[in-house]
């Protein structure tokens, strides 16, 4: 009843820059924690950023200081700017949101966790 749909991966060469985002849809009450976690080639997949419905952020010590985390909440979107990017950056980027789910005709939410399907990001020259 929620879907989870990220945008902007691509090639970049190793310094530059992209900027992912993901927007949730469906029969959304509230979101609460929204965030990004990635896998690399045989990696297990980790934690890169947080926030929360505050604003709120955390960061994945990895990508302190290049990596920033943002979200609006009037378009249920979440973002991440990622600078400087190296090619241990390389890696599929998931979308994580925390969800009250209002069904159509209920008077009631439940809380829901989702996840997009991902994004790729390559940082090669």
């Known amino acids: 009843q929620v879907q989870l749909v990220e945008s902007g991966g691509g090639l970049v060469q190793p310094g530059g820059s992209l900027r992912l985002s993901c927007t949730a849809s469906?029969?959304?009450?509230?979101?609460?924690?929204m965030g990004w976690y990635r896998q690399g080639p045989g990696k297990q997949r980790e934690l890169v950023a947080t926030?929360?419905?505050?604003?709120?952020?955390h960061y994945a010590d990895s990508v302190k200081g290049r990596f920033t985390i943002s979200r609006d909440n009037t378009k249920n979107t979440v973002y991440l700017q990622m600078n400087s990017l190296k090619p241990e950056d390389t890696a599929v980027y998931y979308c994580?949101?925390?969800?009250?789910?209002?069904?159509?005709?209920?008077?009631?939410?439940?809380?829901?966790?989702?996840w997009g399907k991902g994004t790729l990001v390559t940082v090669s020259s």
């Open positions: 469906g029969s959304i009450y509230s979101i609460d924690n």
């Open positions: 994580n949101a925390e969800v009250k789910v209002a069904p159509p005709g209920s008077s009631t939410y439940y809380g829901s966790e989702y």
């Open positions: 926030v929360t419905r505050g604003v709120t952020t």
